[in-house]
């Protein structure tokens, strides 16, 4: 299936401390898509090969967080995720959306989360991508080898470069063969606007840890987890679904971080059935 164009679908909107860019698609209860938190990714291209099955069930909004894609750039003071959640429900309150259903890719996904538990009314349901809201792992040293990687990617000796954005693109799928240079062209391309430099090289903003705060998420939440995953330890998908209210687990063998495109066709299925049960 063929993906739409994208620029007849880019929005933007203004909101208390942000501009905010994003896609619009499709038809249907509204579905909040958010992106990962590697340098250079935006909501359009992390859910490219989603977006025409997806588009069919739900109106789709694309969102590009501050700092990615074609959204403000600034640098967040105090709690990251909190700030962001504050940003979604100003979103939905500026689009008369009251309550939306949300899929997060990694650092998407813990925007999501953070959502869930400051505003549950604006959270109908909720799918997370290999997203780890702690800072801990019982099995795994911290951080990550991929959330290392991209830490080191701004503020790492040279700066940014086309190796280093290779080398990230490299920890985030299990099949290198959807490491293409394509994809990794587009994301350094992406990832070097000065602005973006600008905001990444200011001192970084505290890590939030959501351990203590997972029990208030009472949204119906689907987890999904790459057995192969080098950007997020397994078993912290394992803690939050036990401690959500209302969570399941699914694992993917042989997959990594992407899951949504690893294994496109099982993530549309999978996504589509979980968000279809808990509509209002």
Known sequence: MQLPEESPTSRYVDLAKVRIHYNEIGDGPPLVCLHGGGPGANSWSNF????????????????????????SRLVIEGPPLTFLARVMDELLSALDIAKAAFVGNSYGGQVAIKTAIDFPTRVESLVVIGSAPTVYSLFTPMPVEGVKL????????????YAKMKQIIGTMV??????????IRARYEASIDPELIRVNTAPPPVRQDLTAELPRVAAPTLVLWGMDDRAGALDVGLLMTRAMQNAQMHIFTKCGHWVQVEREGEFNELVLNFLARYRV
């Open 174 to 183: 299990f099949d290198q063969r959807f490491a293409t240079e394509e994809v």
């Open 48 to 71: 490219a090969a989603n977006i025409p099955v997806l588009m069919r069930s739900y109106r789709l909004l694309l969102v590009d967080l501050p700092n990615f894609g074609k959204s």
């Open 150 to 161: 991209i830490g080191q990617y701004y503020r790492g000796e040279g700066g940014p470069t």
